[in-house]
Nanobody, 121 residues
């Protein structure tokens, strides 16, 4: 029932910006932490940014100062504003959220299908 739907990925020039969105839906009781991860070809998936239910954020050193994560609890949505994009930011970006379903007691980690971000001239 629970799904994470991502949007906003695409092709952008170096120095440009993109805004990724990830909306959770389907039998949601509550959402704890949410975050963004990315995986470039031939590399391990890495943490990009996380945000707690209270709004506390954490960023990877490689994106700190350029990316900004935020959330709209009323819409069950997390965003990633990506500015000053570099070629090395090219990767598949995945949304993640710790969600408690309506009929559940504990939180479970869910992943989106991923959205491609390509930074190239």
């Amino acid at each position: 029932q629970v799904q994470l739907v991502e949007s906003g990925g695409g092709l952008v020039q170096p120095g440009g910006s993109l805004r990724l969105s990830c909306a959770a839906s389907g039998g949601i009781g509550s959402i704890n932490a949410m975050g963004w991860y990315r995986q470039a070809p031939g590399k391990q998936r890495e943490l990009v940014a996380t945000i707690t239910s209270g709004g506390s954020t954490n960023y990877a050193d490689s994106v700190k100062g350029r990316f900004s994560i935020s959330r709209d609890n009323a819409k069950n949505t997390v965003y990633l504003q990506m500015n000053s994009l570099k070629n090395e930011d090219t990767a598949v970006y995945y949304c993640n959220a710790a969600i408690r379903q309506v009929l559940a007691v504990v939180f479970t980690s869910y992943w989106g299908q991923g959205t491609q971000v390509t930074v190239s001239s």
